[in-house]
């Protein structure tokens, strides 16, 4: 079993799915024609059973990888002492005339080419459907191949004849300096279609068209400070991360990719989640794309007209489509990335009670209403009823930010949210002169702060801890400063930096919660450290004018990203990428503490 490190791959997509290229020049992950979709190939799920399509040079020596400048077309080096040879790789964006999608146009193109000296590539292309649970047919054409698996299929085209290989199919081919050739892998989604190989577009054309939308998309990234490239970098791949027909975006586009190799931590991240939901709206507004923020609140609109399920009037995630029902199941016939198992789809934390998404909520539709377009009557009214059910709900325990799994607690995290949620509304029906109950929506608000500060807050540890009554460190209490909740330089707030600093921190890498001290989630094992915890680490500090460590806390945290920029949820023991990857948290987090260390170098700037 030969898996690559998490780490060692870049993403292309077309704004409803993406796929996984690694350095070897294989795609070893890619959902078609959906984020949500069954897998096509998942070779990075098992390395044997799960599917694969390679296309590299033949030739012994090191592998590269880099982006076109400003844009998501991808370029895999294959560098030898006689000969380089390049494949480049990107799915188009289709849209015809109108701006709507066009059908049948879900493809992934790859051009080999040969830079220098002659070059041979191979290509493999065996695909595993539905996560190597159905079997498929495999028809040789002389313009490529099909494969069909009974309603599900994927056409390649070959400018070469392709040969049978198992349940795939192989070639290999020599490019002269200056040859190239192109090889399209297009999702049939229309059975009447007469010819199953009908490219939509050339290669070349589709590679021009693809090169123009990214790079006019980015250029309206307001962003011009110290980290420009990592944070066009993390806008980039957050594009990628929305699917565009519904305005959602995902919280990675993976599944089952470990927190700890060989361990149970193993989630499904191809969903929605409401609390990445006000982060990214806030992220593209920061970053001046309203549009993106316009078209996530309507999809966010459209779930909170929805009648009060049973945790209330909203879930914590939902499908892309804003489908409720995500039953989670285990695939116990793969062998999960190094033997970590089980595999996991569908995402049973889908029906938890997690109190703090109404804070998140709320904030975005608050945020939008600032930076966007005013709130509407019939918008607010449901915004007013999920606060109203908030000021009802809020002492009640449940299962917190990190979806533990040990049963319900009273989370600081969680009512800091409600607090939000409650003061937003407040400020949005004072801002608007909209009708609320603002004597007992305040009343309720003040009530959970005094709470926070008596039961959440240890004096012996001087810091804010995971739940009332407990001593564990939590590093969402961080979020308490960048909400607005409290000063960043209260005593309060500069003893919990100071704990979190001594005690999950370690070479600016930070942990979630101390496991064991009454912190356990009810899962066995460990995991690595959090990411988006190091960026909420460094925001605080900047806010609490500690500016010096809060720049070297998140230049460190660059180093860690992978050769293109990238972060997964999570960074393990020697600095390799853990959980599902890219993660859309990681690379929020990422741009809201650029933005704050800048403006806090530019304020103490201009007090100088």
């Not at 494949?87 to 193109?109: A, E, N, W």
């Not at 957050?238 to 470990?258: D, M, N, Q, R, Y």
């Not at 912190?519 to 915890?533: K, N, P, Q, R, V």
Request: charged share 25%; with cysteine; hydrophobic share 40%.
């Amino acid at each position: 079993m030969t898996y690559r490190p998490i780490e060692s791959y870049g993403i292309i997509g077309d704004l409803h799915s993406v796929a996984l290229v690694g350095m070897d020049g294989s795609i070893d992950f890619c959902c078609l024609p959906r984020f949500d979709s069954p897998s096509t190939f998942a070779a990075l799920l098992d390395d044997q059973r799960g599917g694969r399509f390679r296309l590299a040079a033949m030739h012994e020596g090191p592998c590269k990888q880099m982006y076109l400048p400003d844009t998501n077309v991808l370029l895999t080096r294959f560098l030898g002492p006689q000969c380089v040879g390049e494949v480049c790789d990107f799915m188009p964006i289709h849209r015809d005339t109108s701006g709507l999608y066009r059908k049948g146009s879900h493809q992934i193109v790859r051009i080999a080419r040969a830079v220098r000296g002659a070059v041979r590539f191979r290509l493999e292309c065996r695909p595993a459907f539905d996560f190597a649970r159905r079997a498929h047919r495999v028809r040789l054409d002389p313009r490529g191949a099909v494969f069909d698996s009974d309603g599900i299929a994927v056409g390649l085209v070959s400018p070469v004849p392709l040969v049978a290989s198992g349940d795939g199919v192989a070639c290999e081919l020599v490019l002269q300096p200056g040859e190239s050739a192109t090889f399209i892998l297009r999702h049939i989604e229309d059975w009447t279609a007469s010819d199953d190989l009908l490219a939509p577009l050339s290669g070349d054309e589709a590679y021009e068209r693809t090169i123009r939308f990214w790079r006019s998309w980015l250029a309206r990234c307001r962003y011009q400070g110290r980290w420009r490239e990592m944070v066009m970098r993390s806008a980039l791949a957050l594009k990628l991360l929305t699917f565009e027909p519904s305005g959602a975006i995902v919280a990675a586009p993976t599944c089952g990719l470990p927190e700890e190799i060989g361990g149970v931590r193993n989630w499904d991240y191809r969903y929605t989640w409401m609390r990445d939901a006000a982060f990214t709206v806030y992220a593209f507004l920061r970053l001046g794309y309203t549009e993106e923020a316009a078209s996530f609140m309507d999809w966010l609109k459209a779930r909170i007209h929805e009648e009060d399920g049973p945790s209330g009037p909203l879930q914590i995630m939902y499908g892309i489509d804003g489908r409720h029902d995500l039953p989670e199941e285990e695939l116990v016939h793969l062998d999960g990335y190094r033997g970590s198992r089980p595999v996991r789809i569908g995402n049973g934390a889908a029906g938890q009670l997690q109190l703090d998404i109404y804070g998140e909520l709320i904030d975005s539709v608050y945020l939008y209403d600032k930076y966007g377009d005013p709130i509407g009557y019939d918008n607010w009214r449901h915004v007013r009823r999920m606060a109203e059910w908030v000021a009802a709900n809020w002492e009640k325990p449940d299962e917190g930010v990190w979806e533990v799994r040990g049963g319900r607690q009273h989370f600081v995290y969680s009512k800091l949210q409600c607090w939000v949620a409650l003061d937003r509304a407040v400020r949005l029906a004072t801002k608007r002169s909209l009708p609320l109950d603002r004597e007992r929506i305040g009343r309720e608000r003040d009530r959970i702060f005094e709470a926070i500060m008596e039961r959440g807050y240890d004096p012996k540890r001087r810091s804010f801890v995971q739940a009332f009554g407990g001593t564990a460190l939590d590093a969402s209490t961080l979020m308490m400063p960048l909400m607005r909740f409290l000063s960043p330089t209260d005593p309060r707030m500069l003893g919990t930096i100071d704990r979190i600093l001594e005690e999950l921190t370690g070479d600016s890498l930070v942990h979630r919660y101390e496991i064991g001290k009454g912190a356990g989630d009810g899962l066995t094992g460990s995991e690595g450290t959090f990411s988006i915890c190091t960026f909420w680490l460094a925001e605080a500090l900047a806010r609490a004018h500690r500016l010096d460590e809060a720049r070297f806390l998140f230049e460190k945290m660059l180093t860690y990203a992978n050769h293109l920029g990238l972060y997964a949820e999570e960074i393990g023991p020697s600095g390799e990428a853990l959980g599902n990857f890219p993660q859309a948290f990681t690379h929020l987090g990422l741009i809201s503490a650029a933005f704050a260390i800048d403006r806090a170098l530019a304020d103490s700037a201009s007090h100088h």
